[in-house]
């Protein structure tokens, strides 16, 4: 799963608040091992979520800029995304 969490520094445009907590959600599923949360892990499970978006939010908005873009711009995901002007 984690093979699927897109490096999200430097991309032009940057980073959207869905991309960010994507990445989020593929991580808390990796570590706590629930892909699909039931009714007894859904509440742990989101607040996780919700604690590492705001995070990765913060960290993003506080390093530099890259020196060198992913290797991979735009991901796959992004493709179909128009892109800015």
Do not use: H, W
Request: hydrophobic letters at 45%; glycine letters at 2%.
């Amino acid at each position: 799963m984690c093979r699927n969490i897109t490096i999200l520094r430097g991309l032009e445009p940057a980073a959207t608040a869905e991309e960010i907590e994507a990445a989020a959600t593929q991580y808390v599923r990796k570590v706590s091992g629930v892909a699909r949360p039931s009714a007894a892990t859904a509440d742990a499970f989101e607040r996780a979520v919700r604690a590492i978006t705001a995070v990765t939010t913060d960290l993003l908005a506080e390093l530099p800029a890259r020196r060198n873009p992913p290797r991979t711009v735009p991901p796959l995901r992004r493709l179909n995304r128009p892109l800015s002007a």
